[in-house]
């Protein structure tokens, strides 16, 4: 099983980044599938999460500003950031739980003031 990240890069504060990520392999009755960030210094947090129903969580420092989705038939999952603050700069990591948890490279996000 892979998770392939994608979207990361360099955007200027209120700008809008779109991540997304796919899982491939051997990976069937995905669960939940979600987005985690890790700044340096500190520890990975969850971002948002999204159930195979669609239910979906946020962190506060998220919540208005960042929305969750998923193509089930592609096995992918997407972070769309919209007005993005330096404090959103992270390595951003996506997370499959099938039965057990998979999960992506990471990638990176730099949001410039």
């Known amino acids: 099983v892979q998770l392939q990240a994608s979207g990361g890069g360099l955007v200027q504060a209120g700008g809008s980044l779109r991540l997304s990520c796919t899982a491939s392999g051997s990976i069937f009755n995905i669960n939940i599938m979600g987005w985690y960030r890790q700044a340096p210094g500190k520890q990975r947090d969850l971002v948002a999460d999204i159930s195979n129903g669609g239910s979906t969580t946020y962190a506060a420092s998220v919540k208005g500003r960042f929305t969750i989705s998923r193509d089930n038939a592609k096995n992918t999952v997407y972070l769309q950031m919209d007005s993005l603050k330096p404090e959103d700069t992270a390595v951003y990591y996506c997370?499959?739980?099938?039965?057990?948890?998979?999960w992506g490279q990471g990638t990176q996000v730099t949001v410039s003031s």
């Open positions: 997370k499959v739980y099938a039965r057990t948890e998979y």
